[in-house]
């Protein structure tokens, strides 16, 4: 049996198609003065600022003329690997500290004679999740959540989406890292988290309506497609498929996770293949709001039973265990303990970010009997905001000790997207796709 290990580096022979923009906050120069005055422009605007702890300040802006208040708010608080629980304000970093989730940062916006709402703060590299809350009389608004109107990330249309409805919305600002900020960490998310800057280097995302396992219409899947996607290419592409929380829905991968980004990137560099992304919102019981309405059962049972063949059917993927990943956050991480115990032989490659499979003696063992000599790659992580690894070295010793391939690993976050982001990169970096075939992107 072969054991994965380590980073491989593939180079692949690409040539590249047209992308759908995924990114809002571009790096901007300062705005020529329009009769003395700059224009103005909505949603996030990040500006290189030598005047910044970090080297960049991002302006937010909101135009709402009807709002009686307006706040930023986000996974913008500061932790610190040393201080552990302090939070700091964004104003407040310094190297060793992480814009974290887990404390909501709030600041108010200032409106201007126009309802232009505004405000400015420093931050690090990376893709940063943010909102907005507003007052606004006349939609019936009281600190109601939003996301951003100004981005062009795509969306599920309507609005009948778990995070939507549970008034619980995020998008994300992407930030450059400057010299100053002196922190390989922050440089690598910036180098995979921020959008490839050639808009034909870049995948397509899109939302496709399905019904679920229990016949629920008005869902959709998340879909990418990566850059210069073949229908016809003779090998299929390799897939993944990526479960959320259970606060989140079908975007939480695509925008706060930052993985068509992540995966523009990392393909760019040759360092993996052109791999499709499926994410499903696992919400699907009626209109109920309540969190019971994700059943990992119900779930699990979705993904490979309804979901598996919609895919399969409708795109040119891997229909072999070998071309098939799992990954999950949080609760999603922990139905990734359903799915390998109901169906071990669909995926051969699991990753577990901030969320734990529960398996007894017994499953591992079923499991080792199921997949056999085949490959099994397991991928374990949290943010070192959340605990130890203790957990996770244990589920991966029980794996090893059957001789699958195991790993685990922390990174500087908390529970967030920004932290599924960094584990989702080095678990498609590092670990998927190796010890299988492996093909390059060719016509």
Sequence with gaps: MRETTGRRTLRLAISILTFTALGAGAVVPAPAAAAGRPPIVQGATVKADRHSPTGYTVTFTYRNPHATQVRLAGDLTLLDVDTGTTRYQPEEWQPGRYHAGGTEF??????DPKGNWSVSLPLHA?????WYRVWDPTQGWENKRIWDPASTKPRPPGESSFRVRNNDVLDAVHVPYAKKQNDPVLKERADYELPMAGRAKRGTVRYVPYNTILGDSGHYLGVYLPANYDANRAEPYKVAYLAHGIFGDETDFMIPANVPNILDNMTAKGEIEPTVVVTMGNHFTGTSLGFASYNQTNAANNLVQTILPLIERSYNVSTERAGRA???????????????KNYPTTFAFYGHFSGNPSLTTQDYDTIANAVGDDDLSVFLGNGVFEGSLNAQNAIADNFRARGYAAATTQVPGAHDGMTAGQLFTIFARDHLWSGVDSVSARR
């Design 326 to 340: 799992y990954a999950g956050f949080s609760y999603g991480g922990m139905t990734g303990g359903v799915v390998i």
């Design 126 to 130: 990376g893709g940063l999740s943010y």
């Design 106 to 111: 709030l600041r108010d916006m200032t409106r």
